[in-house]
C-alpha cells in the first residue's frame, strides 16, 4: 500500500469517526438515543431487499454525478454547477426519448445519452472557457450557471413540453423504460432499483481507467497539482481544463438515465432533489476516486434513505447536517494529516 493511500484511508476514516461522534452528541442534545436512531436507520436499510434496493436506487446518482464531479476536482476546478448541468441534460435526454420514440429502443438510449452528454457538457464548457479567457475563478461561474440554467429549463419546460397543469414532460413508452433488477432478482421486489444502477457502476470503472490509466489522466493529474510547473513542461493546460470541464459536466447528465429511464419515465422541475450537491460532499469523502466514489455515494444514501426512518424522533435536518459535518471534517483532517506525514518524513 502507499503512502498517499494510507493517508487517505486514515483520512476518511478519522472523517468518518468524527462525524459519528458529533452526532451523536448533538443527538444527545435534542434528547435522543443515539444507539436507538442509528439502529432503527440500520434496520430500516439492511434487515429487508426493499430497503437495500432503495439505498442503492438513491446511491445511483450520486455515483454517476460524483464521478463527474472528481474529474474536474483532479484539475483543481472546483465545480459547484452539477446541479445545473444534470438537469439541462436529464431534460434534453426527456425530450429526445419523445421525440424519437419511434427509433428501436438500444438506439433511442444511445441517442438519448450522447445528447444529454453534449449539453451538459456545454454548460460545463462555458465556465471553463470563461476561466481560461478571462481568469474568472470557476467557482463564481458554476454557481451562477446553476441558476441560469435551471430558469431556461424552466421556462422551456412549461412554455413548450410540459403536461397540462403539471411540471413534467410526457411520459415515455414503457417499452422504453429501463429494466428493474427485481424483475431477475426477487429479493429486490417493490424497489425502484433498475439497470442505471449498473451504468453508474460502469461510469465509475471508466472514469477511474480515465484517471489513473491513460496519458489524459496523468496530464489531468498534473494540471491539478500544479498549473505552473504543467504549462512550463510543455503542457496544454488550457485544454486540458476545457476537456476536463466538458467530461465532467457531461457525465452528471447520465443521472437523467436513471429518472427518465429508470424510474418515472419523464423529466420533472426539481426532480435532482440537489444530488448535485450532495455529490460534492461525496467526492471529496472518496477523495475524487471513482471508485471509491461508490463507497461514498453508498454512505450517503444510507443518511438519505434510513433519514426517512427517524424523522418521527428526529428533524430531517439532521441529515443534512451530517452531510455537512462530513465535509468539514474531511476537510480539515485530510489537512492534519497530511501535515502529520510531512512533518514525521
Not at 55 to 78: M, V
Not at 107 to 124: A, H, M, N, R
Not at 278 to 298: C, E, H, Q
Amino acid at each position: 500500500m502507499s503512502i498517499k493511500t494510507k493517508i487517505n484511508l486514515i483520512s476518511v476514516s478519522l472523517s468518518l469517526a468524527v462525524t459519528l461522534v458529533i452526532v451523536s452528541l448533538l443527538l444527545l442534545f435534542i434528547n435522543q438515543n443515539p444507539a436507538e436512531i442509528f439502529t432503527i436507520i440500520f434496520n430500516e436499510v439492511f434487515t429487508s431487499g426493499y430497503g437495500i434496493g432503495q439505498t442503492l436506487f438513491k446511491a445511483t446518482p450520486l455515483i454517476i454525478c460524483g464521478c463527474g464531479l472528481a474529474i474536474c476536482f483532479h484539475a483543481s476546478l472546483f465545480n459547484i454547477g452539477a446541479e445545473g448541468q444534470l438537469n439541462a441534460g436529464s431534460f434534453i435526454i426527456a425530450i429526445v426519448a419523445l421525440k424519437f420514440s419511434f427509433l428501436p429502443f438500444p438506439l433511442l438510449l444511445l441517442l438519448c445519452i450522447v445528447c444529454g452528454f453534449i449539453v451538459s457538457g456545454i454548460f460545463g464548457l462555458i465556465p471553463a472557457y470563461i476561466k481560461v479567457k478571462k481568469g474568472v475563478n470557476e467557482v463564481i461561474t458554476t454557481i451562477m450557471f446553476n441558476f441560469i440554467i435551471l430558469a431556461l429549463v424552466n421556462y422551456f419546460l412549461l412554455e413548450f413540453f410540459a403536461v397540462k397543469a403539471t411540471m413534467r414532460t410526457e411520459k415515455i413508452a414503457e417499452t422504453d423504460m429501463l429494466f428493474k433488477l427485481s424483475d431477475y432478482i426477487p429479493f429486490f421486489n417493490g424497489s425502484s432499483l433498475n439497470a442505471a444502477f449498473l451504468i453508474a457502476i460502469l461510469v465509475s470503472i471508466l472514469t477511474y481507467v480515465l484517471i489513473y490509466k491513460t496519458k489524459f489522466g496523468y496530464r489531468l493529474r498534473a494540471v491539478g497539482f500544479n498549473e505552473t510547473a504543467s504549462r512550463y513542461i510543455g503542457l496544454k493546460t488550457d485544454k486540458i481544463i476545457l476537456i476536463a470541464f466538458f467530461l465532467g459536466a457531461g457525465i452528471t447528465s447520465l443521472v437523467g438515465i436513471n429518472f427518465v429511464f429508470g424510474y418515472k419515465g419523464f423529466y420533472e422541475l426539481g426532480f435532482s432533489n440537489n444530488v448535485g450537491f450532495t455529490a460534492i460532499a461525496v467526492a471529496l469523502l472518496a477523495k475524487n476516486n471513482p471508485i471509491g466514489v461508490i463507497f461514498s455515494s453508498l454512505l450517503f444514501a444510507v443518511l438519505d434513505y434510513g433519514g426517512l426512518s427517524v424523522n418521527q424522533l428526529v428533524p430531517k435536518e439532521i441529515m443534512l447536517v451530517v452531510q455537512g459535518i462530513i465535509i468539514l471534517a474531511i476537510l480539515s483532517i485530510d489537512r492534519l494529516v497530511n501535515n502529520y506525514y510531512e512533518m514525521k518524513n
